[in-house]
């Protein structure tokens, strides 16, 4: 079972957003929100809630967006601009004034909204194999994937009622492993995504939240004429074998944050999509030494 628990908070029409924090919270650290990429939930970030120096670094606070997990709206539909607000009326909630804000793949442009609406309390953004685009012919010119031909199968598959006994068919949470992992899974990492996916996607709720979740995916808009209101540090870590979105888009994209007093992109070498599961290592000491500086 997942290890989220939920809060309560006010965003459409009442909601309860699923979270872990790491260990109790320390008011005297930083805290590092982190965002989970799409279809998953908390559990994404085990290597980080597992890393002594991070979980020493700051508090650590995995939330789920609309559609993943254990959060649920009283509204059946969402956006990424709802889940960045609920994303800070969660923080209120929990008492935490101030935050760094880690998203792999939507969870990087779910933190630059964080930043967009709040930039009092987003102290600092790591995105990690993302975009800041929508699925333009620009991104695919770039190297990046047809998003739309990828999501619409999905979406059309997922668009007619089911019964209470329905639960996400393994082959598209193959589909989406296959991105972010790579083609050689590891069979441990497989089997525990396949269960969770589907505790997390069953009966009619779980399927709508997973089309809306793919619309969402499919369908958002870009941040290119926004990227001016983030204000804070960004540290944008890109791999070179994430399939999804490019190196090249990164290069172009980390230059458009023209206000924030640092703009970084870090390549990894054989990086993959799923940046924080499989390229920890990578991933951990970076944000120690981005927290320590920008604290």
Known sequence: MSDAETITVPHLGTSTIGYKLGKAYD???????MVNSFSTSVELYRPQFADDELTATANLLALEPYGHGRTRATYEQFTYWDSAIANLQALDALGIREAFVLGTSQGGWIAARMA?????TVKGIIPLGTSMDYESERSRDLGCWDGIAFCTPAIDALAGSVGDDWAVPVELVDAVLAEGFGEDVPPEERTFWHGTHQRNYTGD????RLRISSVNLRDRDGLHGRLDGVRCPVLWMQGTADPVY??????DEIKRFVTSPDA??????GGRHFLSATHPD????AAVRFIERWK
């Open 246 to 251: 490019s190196v090249a888009n990164a290069e």
């Open 27 to 33: 008011a005297s650290l930083p805290t590092l929100v």
């Open 116 to 120: 967009l609406l709040a930039p009092r």
């Open 264 to 269: 970084e992109l870090r390549v990894v070498d």
């Open 282 to 285: 990578d991933v951990n000491p």
């Open 205 to 208: 709720a779980g399927r709508q």
